[in-house]
């Protein structure tokens, strides 16, 4: 079965630094998605993107995070001066053509520690 | 802002035992997704529904999707080790993002 993949499993980075996080969806999906879960708390959207343009973003979405689909099948999530609160596990997720509210497959996740 | 609850934060339970997690929407929802997370994992989608007063039913578990679309709830009879997790709905209601809940942590002591 087809599985959204994202790189890497876990990164490190020191404070004030820029961090990219990588996604892969799944390959006729059209809908792609960055959330973020902080330790032992609910799943946060950030934003979602369609159509090579971010539909909706959140109040955490701001001028510090951007995301970019480089070529036809990476999904980033770029950081720029990372904070230490930004520690988090972030999820890549993608659906399928058709309505946008479909059933969304995550991949493992990044986990991100911010020193 | 859109605020979606859940009910009880946290459920431990004997094996065999029934299991109920409520969702509380502030809103009226589209439609409602049911995920999985188990621990150390990535939520995995369960279910979808979309009618006013839906149920329905994957083996041991059943879905029901309140009669305003605005609370859903999930049942698991007899619980299994297998079924430990946080459980997530999650919400849209017409905006362009999904909107998880707050979650309930199972835990099913053997």
């Known amino acids: 079965e087809p599985e959204v993949t994202q790189t890497p499993s876990h990164q490190v980075t020191q404070m004030g630094q820029e961090v990219i996080l990588r996604c892969v969806p799944i390959?006729?999906?059209?809908?792609f998605y960055w959330y973020r879960q902080i330790l032992g708390q609910k799943v946060e959207f950030l934003v979602s993107f369609y159509n090579n343009e971010i539909s909706e973003k959140s109040e955490i979405f701001d001028d510090q995070f951007s995301v970019e689909r480089p070529d036809g099948s990476n999904f980033t999530l770029k950081i720029r001066s990372t904070k230490l609160e930004d520690s988090a596990m972030y999820f890549c997720?993608?659906?399928?053509?058709?309505?946008?509210?479909?059933?969304?497959?995550f991949g493992d996740g990044t986990r991100l520690s911010i020193l | 802002g859109q605020q979606v609850m859940q009910i009880p934060q946290y459920q431990h339970v004997q094996e065999g035992e029934d299991f109920t997690t409520y969702c509380n929407s502030s809103?009226?929802?589209?439609?409602i997704q049911w995920y999985k997370q188990r621990p150390g994992g990535h939520p995995v989608f369960l279910i979808q529904?979309?009618?006013?007063?839906e149920v329905k039913k994957q083996k041991r578990l059943t879905f029901q999707f309140g009669e305003a679309k605005k609370n859903s709830s999930l049942h698991i009879t007899a619980t299994q080790t297998t079924d430990v997790g946080t459980y997530f709905c999650?919400?849209?209601?017409?905006?362009?993002?999904?909107?998880f809940g707050t979650g309930t942590r199972l835990t099913v002591i053997p």
């Open positions: 390959s006729n999906h059209l809908y």
């Open positions: 809103t009226t929802l589209s439609n």
């Open positions: 529904l979309v009618k006013s007063g």
């Open positions: 999650a919400g849209w209601a017409g905006a362009n993002n999904l909107f």
């Open positions: 997720a993608s659906s399928p053509p058709g309505a946008r509210n479909q059933p969304q497959h």
